[in-house]
Structure formats: C-alpha cells, structure tokens
Antibody, heavy 115, light 112 residues
Framework: QVHLQESGPGLVKPSETLSLSCSVS????????WSWIRQPPGKGLEWIGY???????NYNPSLKSRVTMSVDTSKNQFSLKLRSVTAADTAVYYC?????????WGQGTLVTVSS | QSVLTQPPSVSGAPGQTVTISCTGS?????????VHWYQQIPGTAPKLLMY???KRPSGVPDRFSGSKSGTSASLAITGLLAEDEADYYC????????????FGGGTKLTVL
C-alpha cells in the first residue's frame, strides 16, 4: 500500500519560490508516475503536473513557465518548485500517485503566500 | 471556468438515488479519454471513487457506479447515506492546450 506525505514551508513570501517534497513509502518511486495537484481554499482541484523517475515531466500549460519537478530515487521522494509566487498560489498542495488517475493522495499541505 | 462542467450542487434524501453529470467536449471525453471520479469529504484529501469510466477501486461500495457516453459522463449513487455527503470531482484528459489533465469544477452532494 503506497503512502504519500507532503512536507515543506507553510508560508512563502510573494515573488519567492514555493518548495515542497513528497515522501513515498510502500513502493519504489520507480514504479509509477507521480503528480502534484493543488486546491485553493474553497475552490476546485487544479492539476500542476507529473513526473517519472527518469525525469520525464508534463506540466499544466498555465503554470509551466514557473514549475519544476524532480525526483530523488535515493530518498524515494519527489519535489515541486513553483517560482515567483503570488497570493493566487495560496492553496492546499497534494502529491499523488499515477498520472492517468490519481490514487492514492497525500494528506495535503496548506501553503499560504503572504508577506 | 473548468473544461469539464459539473452541476455545483445536487441533493437527495437517504435511500434515494442521485446522479452527477460531467460534460466535456470533442477534445476530451468525446475524444475517447476515460473519466475518473473522486470523493472529497470536507477537510480531507480527495479519494479515488471510480476509474476508467466505470471501474470501482477495492473498498468502494457498489452503490457507486459510473458511465460515459459521447462527450459526457455520469456518477450515480444509489441508496444514499449520510456519509456520502461530500464534494465529487470528475477528471479526464484533454488534447488541447487546456490539458493534458483536466478536472471538473466539483459538485457538492447534500444528503437531506
């Protein structure tokens, strides 16, 4: 049973870089694609992108210019960086397994962009 | 505005049946891409409820069923229980610049 856990700062200043990690347990990170999805407070889900352990990525066109994902196979974890954040990037950020459908999901971590 | 359109809310009494629609277009559902459904209880992470249009993951009751036709998909919940009250999201793929992964805007199910 795959288990995912997000980690990272809960507060980021405007114009800075949001950095999150997702630790994978219960399976090798080489098994699946791995995804990031976010949900602004009170709003719906927005797909951010996905990555394979080989480094193959696919990002949401609306975020592509600001997003970088990476995988650390030695730690069995993958990461998200979102540059030049604004208040509009305030959201609960989820990591999830797979890229066709998403299962399972991490519990999510709230990231607030504020000075 | 989401590429996949869902009703903002639906409601039903315990024991009744409700259906949640997910309407797309020729670049997503109509192009043959599968539809997946998630249940999100407030304050928790979404949970996969249905994949590949009509397949239930292990542990999901058979009160939940999914279907797809043309440019739309539907999630039906029979024998409504109070615990079914949640937000439901559909998800698919899109061959236009919207994608590739797209979500519906979500539907709030209220059990009366």
């Amino acid at each position: 049973q795959v288990h995912l856990q997000e980690s990272g700062p809960g507060l980021v200043k405007p114009s800075e870089t949001l950095s999150l990690s997702c630790s994978v347990s219960g399976d090798s990170i080489k098994t699946y694609y791995w995804s990031w999805i976010r949900q602004p407070p009170g709003k719906g889900l927005e797909w951010i992108g996905y990555i394979f352990y080989t480094g193959n990525t696919n990002y949401n066109p609306s975020l592509k210019s600001r997003v970088t994902m990476s995988v650390d196979t030695s730690k069995n974890q993958f990461s998200l960086k979102l540059r030049s954040v604004t208040a509009a990037d305030t959201a609960v950020y989820y990591c999830a397994s797979r890229a066709d459908w998403f299962d399972p999901w991490g519990q999510g971590t709230l990231v607030t962009v504020s000075s | 505005q989401s590429v996949l359109t869902q009703p903002p809310s639906v409601s039903g009494a315990p024991g009744q049946t409700v259906t949640i629609s997910c309407t797309g277009s020729s670049s997503n559902i109509g192009a043959g891409y599968a539809v997946h459904w998630y249940q999100q209880i407030p304050g928790t992470a979404p949970k996969l409820l249905m994949y590949s249009n009509s397949k239930r993951p292990s542990g999901v009751p058979d009160r939940f069923s999914g279907s797809k036709s043309g440019t739309s998909a539907s999630l039906a919940i029979t024998g409504l229980l109070a615990e079914d009250e949640a937000d439901y999201y559909c998800q698919s793929f899109d061959s236009n610049l919207n994608g590739p992964v797209i979500f519906g805007g979500g539907t709030k199910l209220t059990v009366l």
